[in-house]
C-alpha cells in the first residue's frame, strides 16, 4: 500500500505547488474528553490506523476518496477513543468502496468517498451519527470550526493512541485562491487555519462547524502541518449532497 504524506504546520515553506494530499493528525491540539465525537470513526489498513471518517448513517460513513487504494481492504473502527490494544472498541467490514467517480488526486478534486459496511451499527452513547449540511448552506469565512483525529502529533512526529481536537477558523475563498492558486476549487473546497490543524493521518476526518461535518480532510503544505502560507483544504460537502443521497439509496 503507497501511504502519501501530507503535512501542514507553522513555518514557511518553500514550494507552494508540493501539495499533494495524504493520511492527514491533530497539531497543537488537545485529547477531545472521551467520545465527546462518537461519529468519529479510524479507517484501518492491516491493523494500522491510516485515515479519520464519519458515521453519517448506522451503515455508511464518509471520508476522502484518497485514503483508499483499488484492491485495499480497509477495517472501520467505531466507538473508540483510545486506538492501544487496551480499549475495547467495535471493529466493521467494508462491503462497499464508492469513491467519487470523478476524483482525480492530482490536482486533488472530487476527493470525497463513501463506505458501506457489510452490517449496520448499532448506535450507543459511544457510537453515534454527525449532521451534513442542508442544499445551499455554506460556512461563513470567521467561523471557528474544529478538526480531530489520531494523525501525528506535529510533523513527522508520533502518533496518538487517543483521539485528539483543535479549534480552526476558516479562511475566506478569495485567500485561499491566493495560497493555493489553482489548486484550489472554491466551488468544492473550504480552507481554514488555526492554532492547531490537521496532518498526517487525519486526512478524511470532518470538518464540524455547530455540530455539522462541513468538510473533509483532504491536503495542505507538503512540508509542515498546520501551514500558515498554505491553509488545510477540505472538501466542501454541501457541493456533494445531490452525490451522497443518490449513493446512500442506491447502493
Same mark, same amino acid.
Given at each position: 500500500?503507497?501511504?502519501?504524506?501530507?503535512?501542514?504546520?507553522?513555518?514557511?515553506?518553500?514550494?507552494?505547488?508540493?501539495?499533494?494530499?495524504?493520511?492527514?493528525?491533530?497539531?497543537?491540539?488537545?485529547?477531545?474528553?472521551?467520545?465527546?465525537?462518537?461519529?468519529?470513526?479510524?479507517?484501518?489498513?492491516?491493523?494500522?490506523?491510516?485515515?479519520?471518517?464519519?458515521?453519517?448513517?448506522?451503515?455508511?460513513?464518509?471520508?476522502?476518496?484518497?485514503?483508499?487504494?483499488?484492491?485495499?481492504?480497509?477495517?472501520?473502527?467505531? +466507538?473508540?477513543?483510545?486506538?492501544?490494544?487496551?480499549?475495547?472498541?467495535?471493529?466493521?467490514?467494508?462491503?462497499?468502496?464508492?469513491?467519487?467517480?470523478?476524483?482525480?488526486?492530482? &490536482?486533488?478534486?472530487?476527493?470525497?468517498? %463513501?463506505?458501506?459496511?457489510?452490517?449496520? $451499527?448499532?448506535?450507543?452513547?459511544?457510537? +453515534?451519527?454527525?449532521? %451534513?449540511?442542508?442544499? +445551499?448552506? @455554506? $460556512?461563513?469565512?470567521?467561523?471557528?470550526?474544529?478538526?480531530?483525529?489520531?494523525?501525528?502529533?506535529?510533523?513527522?512526529?508520533?502518533?496518538?493512541?487517543?483521539?485528539?481536537?483543535?479549534?480552526?477558523?476558516? $479562511?475566506?475563498?478569495?485567500?485561499?485562491?491566493?495560497?493555493?492558486?489553482?489548486? /484550489?476549487?472554491?466551488?468544492?473546497?473550504?480552507?481554514? /487555519?488555526?492554532?492547531?490543524?490537521?496532518?498526517?493521518?487525519?486526512?478524511?476526518?470532518?470538518?464540524?462547524?455547530?455540530?455539522?461535518?462541513?468538510?473533509?480532510?483532504? #491536503?495542505? @503544505?507538503?512540508? %509542515?502541518?498546520?501551514?500558515?502560507?498554505? &491553509?488545510?483544504?477540505?472538501?466542501?460537502?454541501?457541493?456533494?449532497?445531490?452525490?451522497?443521497? #443518490?449513493?446512500?439509496?442506491?447502493?
Amino acid at each position: 500500500m503507497t501511504i502519501m504524506i501530507i503535512s501542514l504546520l507553522l513555518l514557511v515553506s518553500l514550494v507552494p505547488d508540493v501539495t499533494f494530499t495524504a493520511r492527514v493528525g491533530i497539531v497543537d491540539g488537545t485529547e477531545a474528553k472521551p467520545h465527546s465525537r462518537p461519529y468519529m470513526v479510524s479507517l484501518q489498513y492491516d491493523g494500522e490506523h491510516i485515515c479519520g471518517g464519519s458515521l453519517i448513517t448506522e451503515e455508511f460513513v464518509l471520508t476522502a476518496a484518497h485514503c483508499w487504494e483499488e484492491g485495499d481492504v480497509l477495517t472501520v473502527v467505531v +466507538g473508540a477513543h483510545d486506538l492501544s490494544k487496551n480499549e475495547i472498541y467495535n471493529s466493521y467490514e467494508v462491503a462497499s468502496y464508492i469513491p467519487h467517480q470523478d476524483y482525480e488526486l492530482n &490536482p486533488d478534486l472530487n476527493d470525497i468517498m %463513501l463506505l458501506k459496511l457489510k452490517k449496520k $451499527v448499532r448506535l450507543s452513547n459511544s457510537i +453515534g451519527l454527525i449532521s %451534513l449540511p442542508k442544499d +445551499g448552506e @455554506d $460556512v461563513e469565512a470567521d467561523t471557528i470550526c474544529s478538526v480531530a483525529g489520531w494523525g501525528d502529533l506535529w510533523s513527522k512526529g508520533p502518533v496518538p493512541d487517543r483521539l485528539m481536537e483543535a479549534e480552526t477558523v476558516i $479562511v475566506n475563498d478569495a485567500e485561499c485562491e491566493r495560497r493555493w492558486g489553482s489548486e /484550489y476549487v472554491a466551488s468544492e473546497m473550504i480552507c481554514a /487555519y488555526g492554532h492547531g490543524g490537521s496532518c498526517n493521518g487525519d486526512s478524511g476526518g470532518p470538518l464540524v462547524c455547530n455540530n455539522t461535518a462541513v468538510g473533509i480532510t483532504a #491536503f495542505g @503544505d507538503g512540508y %509542515l502541518c498546520n501551514s500558515r502560507l498554505y &491553509p488545510n483544504a477540505y472538501t466542501k460537502i454541501s457541493a456533494y449532497l445531490q452525490w451522497i443521497r #443518490f449513493k446512500l439509496e442506491n447502493v
